[in-house]
């Protein structure tokens, strides 16, 4: 597989919920690179600038996906979910299905730790 990792080496402070981006990985691997056994790549890059970051992530897949697996998954709706309550107004979640390449791409305004425990513990990005 064929794997590229691009990431901030400094975040700062800021914060993300917790698994937010695990669903988006997964689906990755579930509907793409599972499938492309020898041709398998995946792309992830993520930036910040100031307190948005912007994700994009990108997977190879067969042309012919089935229809089948697009109409039972509920990860990428529960992500849309999560952002509603987590993050809302302060997300921009696009999609794009283009035949044999699948592109994901986030903004989000992330928060700052101030230490404090809440009801929602946040993971340092």
């Known amino acids: ?9 400094q975040t ?3 914060t993300i919920a917790p698994l937010l981006l695990l669903p988006l990985v997964e689906n990755c691997f579930k ?6 056994i020898d041709q398998a790549w995946m792309n992830l890059k993520v930036e910040l600038s100031g307190n948005q970051m912007q994700l994009k ?11 089948a697996d697009k109409a039972s ?13 987590l993050y809302p107004g302060r997300h921009h979640l696009t999609i794009d299905d283009e035949g044999e390449v699948f592109i994901l791409n986030l903004k989000l305004m992330l928060d700052e730790s101030n230490n404090a425990m809440s009801p929602t513990t946040y993971y340092t990005a």
Do not use: F, T, Y
Not at 1 to 9: G, N, R, S, V
Not at 31 to 36: E, Y
Not at 57 to 67: F, I
């Open 12 to 14: 700062g402070n800021l």
């Open 73 to 85: 998954g509920i990860g990428l709706e529960n992500v849309r979910k999560r952002l509603e309550l």
């Open 31 to 36: 509907h793409g690179n599972s499938r492309l």
């Open 57 to 67: 992530l990108m997977n190879g897949k067969p042309a012919e996906c089935d229809r």
């Open 1 to 9: 597989m064929d794997l590229h990792i691009d990431m901030p080496a």
